[in-house]
């Protein structure tokens, strides 16, 4: 091996190991977490690697990674194609959606967990028809009372699953969120919870509640999210794509 291969396979073999201690220190995290309250299922860990290279993926994937995280549609596209072929995980795509990028992110997203108004629903459905695949939609609420930071408001929630559930290439799994900076984080994921329970009556495969990051995993997870998206308590603070 030269010493430049030697040193490449060294910082692997490093960055390996520290990406295996953060999924574990996150993992005893949901483990303490599920136990404190008394949950019998256990949330979904999706792995949000956005600023972070496809040789992470790589390594998560290694490590028994099944979902990632990823908001941006050229950084997730870019990385998605240089991933090793041996990988396979599902996409989630948590950033907000611009309309004329559905026909990418629809060729390589399993879930878009962002959908919060009626164009970025029919963009979506059609470029899921064009890519022959059926796509898994959450749509993102807004609990800060301000539509601003993307998400739909609480009360549009329900036309906008309506919409969803008329479109043959899209399936509405649930509702999805990010606590308001500042707020109580477990104010908003019972908030949450509640307009997911409401979609539930009409959508009955609308089961699933996205809430919880790093920092607020904890109160996510006592208020019944199924998912958490979880970035740096395992991947560290962002680096830049190398
Ligand atoms: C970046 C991001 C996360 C992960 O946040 P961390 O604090 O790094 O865990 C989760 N959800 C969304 C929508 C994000 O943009």
Request: glycine content about 8%.
């Amino acid at each position: 091996m030269s010493s430049n291969a030697a040193a490449a396979s060294t910082a692997r073999e490093a960055r390996r190991q520290s990406l295996a201690a953060g999924l574990s220190r996150t993992r005893d995290r949901i483990d303490a977490a599920v136990q404190a309250c008394g949950r019998v299922d256990r949330p979904t860990l999706v792995v949000v690697t956005k600023f972070f290279p496809a040789s992470d993926i790589d390594l998560l994937a290694e490590l028994g990674v099944r979902e990632i995280g990823e908001s941006r549609d050229q950084e997730a596209a870019d990385k998605i194609a240089r991933l090793d072929p041996a990988t396979t995980v599902d996409v989630h795509f948590i950033g907000q959606v611009q309309t004329n990028k559905a026909a990418s992110v629809a060729r390589y997203a399993h879930v878009v967990e962002s959908v919060d108004r009626a164009r970025l629903v029919h963009a979506l459905d059609r470029a899921a028809a064009v890519a022959g695949r059926r796509l898994d939609v959450l749509l993102q609420i807004s609990l800060d009372g301000s539509p601003g930071r993307g998400g739909v408001m609480p009360a549009q929630a329900r036309p906008l699953a309506d919409l969803v559930g008329e479109c043959e290439h899209l399936r509405l799994r649930g509702v999805m969120a990010v606590a308001p900076l500042g707020a109580d984080p477990r104010r908003a994921f019972a908030d949450l919870r509640e307009v997911g329970h409401g979609l539930q009556e009409a959508h009955s495969e609308a089961t699933w509640i996205s809430a919880g990051m790093s920092g607020d995993l904890e109160a996510a997870i006592a208020e019944g999210a199924t998912h958490l998206r979880v970035g740096s308590a395992i991947l560290g603070s962002r680096q830049s794509l190398g």
